[in-house]
């Protein structure tokens, strides 16, 4: 059974970091067929936050502007009167 071709630039660093790895212990032949069981066992990412992207592209031209520092260590959003509130989740 010829092994599987496992495009790596498509990997992430801690996937690149276990297919070496298993090619180091077990062989290249077996790890890399190991690799790919174990990717195939792996669950799809988790789909972009919509809201998440809606406040993004509400808070990037303030900014830009330089008229909004981001905390860090969490932040609440809130609305104010005709503004939106960022405050350090703290307090």
Do not use: C, H
């Amino acid at each position: 059974m010829p092994s599987p071709a496992i495009d790596e630039s498509a990997l992430n660093k801690g996937q690149r970091r276990k297919l070496n790895a298993l090619r180091k212990s077990v062989g290249s032949d077996i790890g890399e067929r190991a690799f790919a069981d174990w990717l195939a066992t792996q669950k799809a990412p988790v789909p972009a936050d919509g809201d998440a992207a809606r406040i993004a592209d509400a808070l990037w031209p303030l900014i830009e502007r330089k008229a909004l520092k981001i905390p860090r260590g969490g932040y609440i959003v809130r609305r104010g009167r005709g503004r939106i509130i960022v405050e350090p989740a703290g307090s």
